[in-house]
C-alpha cells in the first residue's frame, strides 16, 4: 500500500497546522495553546473521547474501528513541545515567541498525528481501538513519564505503542529502525568543588578548585576509556566549568562542574554513576577540597520491541518502499518510559538535506507529512485489520 491518497488531499491542510504550531511554540509542560487547538481539532473529527491533562497537559484521542472483535488497543505518541532556542530560519511562519521555536520537529509529529486521527475517524478500516497521544515536555521534561505514571496505558487498556521522529540527512519518503537499544539513557551531573580561595600570587596558601576541577574533567575520561568494556556505548561529557570569581588577580573559592553521560546499558549505566561519584570525592580529597557530586538520572535506554519494530518496518516498506537499519543514537528520547510499560517501537522518518535538530535553522519538511501520516494509518489498519 502506497502513501494514501487521502493524505495527499490533506497535504495542505495539515501543512498549514503544521505552520500553526511552528509560529507559536511552547515549551516543556506549558503546551497550553498548542494541546488546545489538539483537544479541538480531535473533537471536530469525531473522535469517540477526548481526554486533556495526562502529563498535565498532554492529550489522549479515542477513535474506535469498525469492529472490535479481538479487544485490540494501539498507541500511537506524538510530542508537542518546543526548545528555548531563537529561531534564524527567516520563514514567514518562524516562531513569533523570542527564545522559543521548534527546533526539533515536534510541529510536524503532532501535526502528522493529526492528520491520521482524522483520517481512522472518517474511515474507522481497522478493528480495535486507536488511542493517539500528544506529549508535551518530551525536551527534558519527562512528559512520557508522567503520562505514563496518570494512567495512560492502564486507562486506556493500551496493549502496545508507536512512536516516531524526522531524521535530518535521511532522505525524505524513507524509513529507519532497529531492534533492541535505540536511542541512550541520558543523565546528568553537577560536582560542586568548594577550596579555599585567595590572591593569584599566593596560591600556596589556597585551595586552588580550578586546579580541582581540571583534573576531574580529565579523569571522568578513564570511565570511558579504562572502565568501560570497549565494546559498550558510553560518552562522558563534561559541558559547564564556572568559577564563583572571574577576576585576574583572585582564585575562586568554588568551581561547579555540569555534564551528561550517556549509556545504552543498564549496567554501564550503573558503572558510570559510581566511577564518577567515587573520582569527583576522592580528587577533592588528594587536594583537600569538598567536592559534592550528584548524579541526576534523565531518561531511560529507548529500547525498541523486536515483533513490533519488524512489523514497523514493514510498514514502513510497504509505505515508501524503503526501511533501512537505524544506527545506534546517542541522544536521549522519553519515548523510552511508554516502551518500558508496553512493547513498542521507534521509527526514523526522512526530513531529507535540512539543518540537524537543535540548530536555530531547523524546520521540519513538509514533504515527510504525507509518508508519515500514511505510516501511522497503516500501522493501525495493518496491525487490527478487519475480518
Known sequence: MPVKNRFAELQEEISEWRHDFHAHPEILFETHRTSKIVEQKLKSFGCDSVIFGLGRTGVVGIIHGREN?????????????????????????????????HACGHDGHT????GAAKYLAETRNFDGTAVVIFQPAE?????GREMCEDGLMDRFGIQEVYGMHNWPDLEIGKFAIRAGPFFAASDFFEIT??????????????????IVGSHIV?????????NADPIDQIVVSVTSFETSS??????PQTVLLKGTVRTLSDETRDLAEKRLLEIAAKTGDVFGADVKPIYTRGYPVMV???????????????????????????????????????PGAYILIGNGDSAPVHNPNYNFNDEAISVGCSWW???????????
Open 69 to 101: 472483535t479481538k479487544d485490540s488497543v494501539i498507541g500511537l505518541r506524538a510530542d508537542m513541545d518546543a526548545l528555548p532556542i531563537e529561531e534564524t530560519t527567516g520563514l514567514s511562519y518562524s516562531s513569533n515567541i523570542n527564545g522559543a521555536m
Open 218 to 226: 580529565i579523569a571522568l575520561q578513564s570511565i570511558v576509556s579504562r
Open 193 to 210: 568543588i568548594n577550596g579555599l580561595g585567595g590572591h593569584a600570587a599566593k596560591p600556596q596558601i589556597t585551595v586552588d578548585p580550578t
Open 111 to 114: 501535526a502528522m498525528l493529526l
Open 139 to 143: 525536551e527534558g521534561g519527562g512528559g
Open 304 to 342: 525498541n520491541s523486536f515483533d513490533q519494530t519488524n512489523f514497523a518496518a514493514s510498514v514502513a516498506k510497504s509505505v515508501s518502499g524503503h526501511c533501512e537499519e537505524a544506527p545506534l543514537v546517542m541522544g536521549g528520547e522519553d519515548f523510552s518510559f511508554m516502551a518500558i510499560e508496553r
Open 246 to 251: 572571574n577576576a585576574f588577580n583572585v582564585i
Open 377 to 387: 494509518a497503516e500501522i493501525i489498519e495493518k496491525r487490527m485489520p478487519l475480518s
